[in-house]
């Protein structure tokens, strides 16, 4: 399993980035795909989640309303669209695969920054 993600940097407070997280190694419609973050002296935090069929969409309160998790079976790719943002939301954000198949299995992305200036 590999996910790599792209499309971070700096931007503006009220700027905007789109995250993309390309998967392989594993049948990619099969499987929910979820985005965490981790900004610094702080523990990871679970950000969104979207279903295999892109049916089911949850996230967090502190990103609710300004991001916005799709994916693309055709590519193997999941995306977060992140607008409106913050300097709280400075973090380096991961992709994350998790799976219970007989045992757990979970997957994480080398991770990405973004950085938001004031």
């Known amino acids: 399993v590999q996910l790599v993600e792209s499309g971070g940097g700096l931007v503006q407070s009220g700027g905007s980035l789109r995250l993309s997280c390309a998967a392989s190694?594993?049948?990619?419609?099969?499987?929910?795909m979820r985005w965490y973050r981790q900004a610094p002296g702080k523990e990871r935090e679970w950000i969104a989640r979207?279903?295999?069929?892109?049916?089911?969409?949850d996230y967090a309160d502190s990103v609710k309303g300004r991001f916005t998790i799709s994916r693309d079976g055709a590519k193997n790719t999941v995306y977060l669209q992140m607008s409106s943002l913050k300097p709280e939301d400075t973090a380096v954000y991961f992709c994350?695969?998790?799976?219970?198949?007989?045992?757990?299995?979970?997957?994480w992305g080398q991770g990405i920054q973004v950085t938001v200036s004031s």
């Open positions: 994350y695969l998790y799976y219970y198949h007989a045992d757990v299995h979970d997957y």
């Open positions: 190694g594993f049948t990619f419609s099969n499987y929910a």
């Open positions: 979207i279903s295999r069929d892109g049916d089911l969409i």
